[in-house]
């Protein structure tokens, strides 16, 4: 896929904004705080219709606005032209492909690929569950259709479960959301098994190619709040759980509790991985999506780095350019220009506008 224009109205500091690009190689400069990242947050709104850094929307649009648009112009395998249009309010998220409105999510993701990559993805490693889970559930939403389908379903179901929990006699009620939510919590559970078994080989790959050491083997350990795969399994949890979640409010086990780990030789990476083998791990997982992506979509995904180039040493740098497929549009930041910028098309950026 090629990215080939750009429109951005409100989005963040971005009042206005139309770029047109040419070639594969973008390269965005300026200081920090500019609107860098800002740019490469809008691209990525084509993948999912949400942010890589926030799960707000309000943050989104332009202090004072109430709405924002992104319209992007891109070129899919064979040089089919498409247009994609985001739109967002404080209330809503619209979509529209060439014009015409995307009535399911589902029918939308998946089918524009990008990839971001950033200094702040080491906090997977590092960071509070539900960073991982963010990160799993686009992957799988992405390339297991029926993933994200089981996923808004349990989730509708456990908004419900949740306000039942917090009325003063909720026990009749609950068995008909219990079972609803079994069968869910168990698809969910099967499919994030099943994805991570084939995610876990791209994983390894990109990290003996990047990190290019034979003695270390990286992993991801799925970690379920509480062991349980069939429906019937899931529901004796809930009603063994039933007292618990009653004096919590709250559902407090399933796959919206669960977490994963990166690991290294089998051991915990943000405790035991030294800062350099924690970046290769991280820049390793967002080309594993890459190849995930890739292989789901039948298309290349548009590349993002925002400041990554200039924190890579020259031999990781190398084995970053190694590590990328031949044809990609790679859209990049940073403070300074790349050391050879011949091959760049380079825009300049100063507080939310571009040259």
Known sequence: MRLTGLRIT???????????????????????????TNLLEAIGMITAMRSFRTTKRLPLLRADEPHASIRANLELAGGKPIQVDIRLSRAVRKAFVDEAPVERFSDFIGNYP?????????????GAPALRRRFFDLILSFGEPPYLEHLRKYHNTLKHRNALLKLDNPRPQLPAFDQLLAAQASAVTQLRRDALRHFHGYLVHFYNMIAQSGKEVPSIAYIPSKAAESPSDFLGLYQTNLGRDLHAGTTTIGPHRDDFSFELNGYPAEEYASEGQQRALVLSLRFAQFAYFKEKSGTLP??????????????????FWQAIDEGTQLVATGTTLPDDPAPWQTFQVDNGTFS
Do not use: H, Y
């Open 10 to 36: 409100n989005f963040r500091n971005i009042g206005q904004a139309e770029l047109d690009f040419q070639g594969a190689r973008q390269f965005f400069c300026g200081s920090n705080g500019q609107g860098k």
């Open 114 to 126: 990008t990839v971001t990559l950033s200094s702040g993805d080491i906090q997977f490693l590092r």
């Open 302 to 319: 548009v590349l993002l780095a925002d400041d990554i180039l200039g924190e890579l040493d020259p031999i990781r740098r190398e084995r």
